[in-house]
């Protein structure tokens, strides 16, 4: 197993997005979703000049020998005070994209929200905002 080290808020950023965007033992996220997240990324000025093929490659090899968990909780402290609750945001748009949360969804942002140092009460406040956002959706089939 290889270290889990994260070296720069980016990457720490990627690897939490990528421990959102993928589960454990599932089939991976459709295509819609990855252009979601890299288009998040892309937008982002704080991913400016930073390569993010790399960043996802790195975050992926992490996730796959550690794991949700073990990723979020190693990768949160590495994220500024100032861009957390940015980031945050960026966990709620991708996890509740269908306008609904699933028990097991519902567990991975409290994890998110608990690592990010995110309140309890800003954090129902954010999800439920992306959850009424997102609840007409149209659902991309990939």
């Given at each position: 197993m290889t270290d889990l080290t994260i070296r720069s808020e980016q990457e720490a950023s990627v690897a939490i997005l990528?421990?959102?965007?993928?589960?454990?033992?599932?089939?991976?996220?459709?295509?819609?979703?990855?252009?979601?997240?890299?288009?998040?990324?892309?937008?982002?000025?704080?991913?400016?000049?930073?390569?993010?093929?790399?960043?996802?490659q790195h975050a992926l090899s992490l996730f796959s020998q550690h794991g949700a968990k073990a990723l979020i909780e190693a990768a949160a402290p590495q994220v500024s005070?100032?861009?957390?609750?940015?980031?945050?945001?960026?966990?709620?748009?991708?996890?509740?994209?269908?306008?609904?949360?699933?028990?097991?969804?519902?567990?991975r942002i409290g994890m998110c929200a608990l690592y990010l140092q995110i309140p309890m009460e800003l954090m129902r406040t954010m999800v439920t905002t992306y959850i009424i956002r997102n609840r007409f959706n149209i659902e991309i089939v990939d």
């Open positions: 990528f421990s959102c965007l993928f589960q454990e033992g599932q089939q991976p996220p459709g295509e819609s979703r990855i252009e979601h997240l890299s288009r998040m990324l892309v937008l982002c000025s704080r991913f400016r000049g930073h390569n993010l093929s790399e960043l996802s005070a100032e861009f957390r609750e940015t980031l945050f945001a960026m966990i709620c748009e991708l996890m509740t994209d269908t306008g609904q949360v699933s028990e097991e969804t519902s567990e």
